[in-house]
């Protein structure tokens, strides 16, 4: 029982931890978690996946993550891209992905094969009408420009086209899908500037400024209507009402990266975003974890690659290795910065800039400090905690200051960062004591107890008595501490527990409990108590839950309406545990006969046998009348083939199978021979009387 009962303590420290944890996320970079997490949901079947869609997605997962498949995917992959590609009848999606697959792979295409691509998609530019359209097509026609050595593949008037895709925007910096549906949409505003930013690339010329500002006010609108998290995350997300359209947010914030990080990529002049802002999308990416779905899975990894090299504004990420210190340990404080991928971060000073105690409004506890820099493992750290940080739980602020003035507006750090953060160490546990008094507060027996050892005290009392205990704690740093709790827990002998709770008045915790008024909540139950004590915190390594020994209660009888002791529960091994094995007692075999007698029964049985071959012998059996004619003859073997399966059914019937079984098949060889004997009779009553009527 003292087993499972610290198992529970454990527990619900580790609880507490995580769940302090969470109330303030920790953003940690890409890891090789993401890596497993993508071999295990990017599987291809028979060697392929299940559209090109799919297959450029796992490509440009394993691509942005560094892992080497391509010769996994390359056949199958290559044969789907040179399928779609040499089609004339082929969807836009499909040539779209299987442009964007050949861009990973490097299929072996022929040149007029791009040619044909090329001006078809030129086509379908000049008479596009709906967003998905634009999307497409000028992606395609990108695309094919990038794979080729075709310099000179413009669109033939981009400043049309890029009029035509900005009339489907509004006012509020969402787009629509067409100019006939009414409903506007956030993840579309991401697909129309990615097709606007190929529309720049394309162009012969360039575009009206005016029309590149526009744009950028759509976008700033656009960043208005951004939602936020209590942590500092920002993220988009759609409203579409119809579900057949609709994109969650991590869809469509991807969609939104994408599309912002392409059009600022071709267009001049800063698109005057807040860093803030873009460092929450990245935050809001980062701090879903791992997604367990392949698509989540690539809008993640791709949308951080788009944030990892931007001309908008790249994101500084802060993490912590470990964000428990323990003050016995002499842990160090340990911080990391990096980019959205786990790159390292340019040349940057980290500033512990205060450090207040959690729930409290308190001034910070420290002045600011500089952590210093390791370069060989990329690592800030604070060697000794300030001797005002003691165990508890914490809030640090971080600051990071880029050293080049011209990074400024090339990195996005966020300003400050706050990180929970536990300080735990080992409790003091000083003049612990146990007596029972009199009801004058007079001590008639005290022992003194050992809470770090083992403790056999025996203790007796009676209802005009009282039980106290007491005890003091102190941290690392010899501050009074108050743990999250501290419970001593009264067991009868019959397994009714009552448990209370210790009070404390700075470092000294005592109870004194009083039988005469807890007679009651006692049920009148004299005998053997067994006493325990529960020292608990997050922060106190040293939590312990001590058995202290046993208490001998005189209590009174029970009055006739004295309230009863619960009923006690259900031993959870009488129900669920292994039952008394069961020994079957089968009848006694019934004395069989003798082994003489049971072979001379079996010799009668077979003399019909004998008696039936020696009568065809003097009968003169022969074949004579055996038919000559195929189908006729036929008919005869299969009617004496029957015959001998009914013979050997028998026989079936008398080593093995049961009466059920054997009638059953009999069924059907009866039928059988009852047809085949029909026609084999009916052929031979024929030639019968043919030969009378000869």
Same mark, same amino acid.
């Given at each position: *029982?003292a087993?499972?009962l610290?198992?529970f303590l454990?527990l619900i420290i580790a609880a507490l931890?995580?769940?302090?944890?969470?109330?303030?996320?920790i953003?940690?970079?890409i890891?090789d978690?993401?890596r497993?997490?993508a071999?295990?949901?990017f599987t291809?079947?028979?060697g392929s996946?299940?559209?090109?869609?799919e297959?450029?997605?796992?490509?440009?997962?394993?691509e942005?993550?560094? =892992?080497?498949?391509?010769?996994?995917?390359?056949?199958?992959?290559?044969?789907?891209?040179l399928e779609?590609?040499?089609?004339?009848?082929?969807?836009?999606?499909?040539?779209?992905?299987a @442009?964007?697959v050949?861009?990973i @792979?490097?299929?072996d295409?022929e040149?007029d094969?791009f040619?044909g691509v090329?001006?078809?998609?030129?086509?379908?530019?000049?008479?596009?009408?709906?967003?998905?359209?634009f999307?497409?097509?000028?992606?395609?026609?990108?695309l094919v420009?990038?794979?080729?050595?075709k310099g000179d593949?413009?669109?033939?008037?981009?400043? /049309?086209?890029?009029?035509s895709?900005k009339a489907?925007s509004q006012s509020?910096g969402r787009w629509?899908?067409?100019?006939?549906?009414p409903?506007s949409s956030?993840?579309?505003? /991401?697909?129309?500037l990615e097709?606007?930013?190929g529309?720049?690339?394309l162009?012969?010329?360039e575009?009206?400024q005016?029309?590149?500002?526009?744009?950028?006010n759509?976008? @700033?609108k656009?960043?208005d209507?951004?939602?936020?998290?209590d942590?500092?995350a920002?993220?988009f997300?759609?409203k579409?009402?119809?579900?057949h359209e609709?994109q969650?947010p991590?869809?469509t914030t991807?969609?939104?990266v994408?599309g912002l990080?392409?059009?600022?990529?071709?267009?001049?002049?800063?698109?005057?975003?807040?860093?803030?802002?873009?460092l929450?999308?990245a935050r809001?990416?980062?701090?879903?974890? =791992?997604?367990?779905?392949?698509k989540?899975?690539?809008n993640?990894i791709d949308?951080?690659a788009s944030?990892?090299?931007?001309?908008?504004s790249?994101?500084?990420? @802060?993490s912590?290795?470990?964000?428990?210190l323990?003050l016995?340990k002499?842990?160090?404080l340990?911080?990391?910065v990096?980019?959205?991928?786990?790159s390292?971060?340019p040349?940057?000073?980290?500033?512990l800039?205060?450090v207040f105690?959690?729930?409290?409004?308190d001034?910070?506890?420290?002045?600011?400090?500089?952590l210093?820099?390791?370069?060989?493992s990329a690592?800030y750290?604070l060697?000794i905690l300030p001797k005002?940080?003691?165990v508890g739980?914490?809030?640090?602020?971080f600051? *990071?200051?880029l050293?080049d003035?011209?990074?400024?507006n090339?990195?996005?750090?966020?300003g400050q960062?706050?990180?929970?953060?536990?300080?735990t160490?080992?409790v003091?546990?000083d003049?612990?004591?146990?007596?029972?008094?009199?009801?004058?507060?007079?001590s008639?027996?005290?022992k003194k107890?050992d809470?770090?050892?083992?403790?056999?005290?025996?203790?007796?009392?009676?209802?005009l008595?009282?039980?106290?205990?007491s005890?003091?704690?102190?941290?690392?740093?010899?501050?009074a501490?108050?743990?999250?709790?501290a419970?001593?827990?009264?067991?009868?002998?019959?397994?009714?527990?009552h448990?209370?709770?210790v009070g404390?008045s700075?470092?000294q915790?005592?109870i004194?409990?009083d039988?005469l008024?807890?007679v009651?909540k006692?049920?009148?139950l004299s005998g053997?108590y067994?006493?325990?004590?529960?020292v608990g915190?997050?922060v *106190?390594?040293?939590s312990?839950l001590?058995?202290?020994?046993?208490l001998d209660?005189?209590?009174?009888?029970?009055p006739?309406?004295?309230?009863?002791?619960?009923p006690l529960?259900?031993d959870?091994?009488?129900?669920?545990?292994?039952?008394a094995?069961i020994t079957?007692?089968f009848r006694?075999?019934?004395k069989?006969?003798?082994k003489?007698l049971?072979?001379?029964f079996?010799? !009668?049985?077979?003399?019909?046998?004998? /008696?039936?071959?020696?009568?065809l012998?003097?009968?003169?059996?022969?074949?004579?009348?055996?038919?000559?004619?195929?189908?006729?003859a036929m008919?005869a073997?299969?009617f004496h083939l029957g015959?001998a399966?009914?013979?050997l059914?028998y026989a !079936?019937?008398?080593l093995?199978?049961?009466?059920?079984?054997?009638l059953?098949?009999?069924?059907?060889?009866g039928?059988?021979?009852m047809?085949?004997?029909?026609?084999i009779?009916s052929?031979?009553?024929?030639i019968?009387s043919?030969?009378?009527?000869?």
């Open positions: *029982m087993g499972s610290e198992g454990v931890i995580c769940s302090s944890s969470f109330a303030s996320s953003f940690q970079p890891s978690s993401h497993s997490a071999l295990e949901l291809p079947r028979d996946f299940f559209s090109l869609e297959t450029y997605e796992a490509l440009r997962t394993f942005v993550l560094g =892992i080497d498949k391509k010769s996994d995917i390359n056949t199958a992959a290559c044969q789907s891209v779609i590609l040499g089609s004339p009848s082929s969807a836009l999606k499909d040539l779209f992905y @442009l964007k050949n861009g @792979l490097k299929c295409i040149k094969v040619e090329a001006s078809r998609l030129q086509v379908t530019v000049s008479g596009a009408g709906a967003l998905l359209d999307y497409y097509s000028v992606g395609g026609l990108v420009k990038d794979q080729t050595s593949l413009y669109l033939a008037d981009a400043e /049309g086209v890029f009029g895709i489907l509020d629509r899908y067409n100019s006939n549906n409903e956030t993840f579309a505003a /991401g697909l129309a097709a606007l930013s529309v720049v690339s162009s012969s010329s575009i009206d005016s029309l590149i500002g526009t744009t950028k759509d976008i @700033l656009l960043f209507s951004i939602e936020k998290y942590d500092g920002f993220y997300d759609e579409l009402v119809d579900a609709h969650g991590l869809s991807s969609s939104v994408r990080t392409a059009f600022a990529a071709v267009t001049l002049g800063s698109l005057n975003l807040p860093s803030g802002k873009v929450g999308l809001f990416l980062l701090g879903i974890g =791992i997604p367990g779905d392949a989540d899975l690539f993640q949308s951080l944030l990892e090299s931007n001309s908008v790249i994101p500084l990420i @802060l912590l290795p470990v964000t428990v323990s016995t002499k842990d160090t340990k911080v990391k990096n980019t959205v991928l786990g390292n971060a040349p940057l000073t980290v500033k800039v205060g105690r959690s729930g409290s409004k001034n910070s506890l420290i002045e600011g400090q500089e210093k820099f390791n370069p060989e690592v750290a060697d005002s940080i003691d739980k914490y809030t640090f602020v600051e *990071m200051v050293h003035p011209d990074h400024l090339l990195y996005a750090t966020g960062t706050r990180i929970p953060i536990f300080v160490g080992v003091k546990v003049s612990a004591e146990i007596s029972v008094l009199d009801s004058d507060l007079g008639t027996e005290t107890i809470l770090a050892g083992e403790n056999t005290v025996s203790l007796s009392a009676n209802h008595q009282k039980l106290r205990l005890f003091q704690l102190s941290t690392p740093h010899g501050h501490f108050k743990p999250h709790q419970i001593l827990k009264l067991t009868h002998e019959t397994k009714v527990e448990s209370f709770v404390s700075g470092k915790f005592e004194n409990l039988f008024g807890l009651e006692f049920f009148y053997k067994n006493v325990q004590l529960t915190d997050a *106190m390594e040293n312990f001590k058995a202290i020994g046993h209660l005189d209590l009174p009888e029970p006739e309406k004295a309230p009863q002791p619960p529960p259900l959870q091994n009488l129900r669920y545990g292994p039952k094995e079957h007692i006694v075999p019934e069989l006969p003798p003489e049971s072979l001379a079996l010799g !009668l049985t077979l003399f019909p046998l004998l /008696g039936f071959l020696v009568g012998l003097r009968l003169g059996v022969n074949l004579k009348n055996f038919p000559s004619s195929s189908v006729p008919f073997v299969l015959i399966a009914v013979l059914l !079936l019937f008398w093995k199978w049961d009466l059920f079984t054997t059953k098949a009999l069924g059907f060889l039928a059988f021979l047809f085949v004997g029909h026609r009779l052929h031979l009553a024929s019968s043919k030969l009378k009527s000869a």
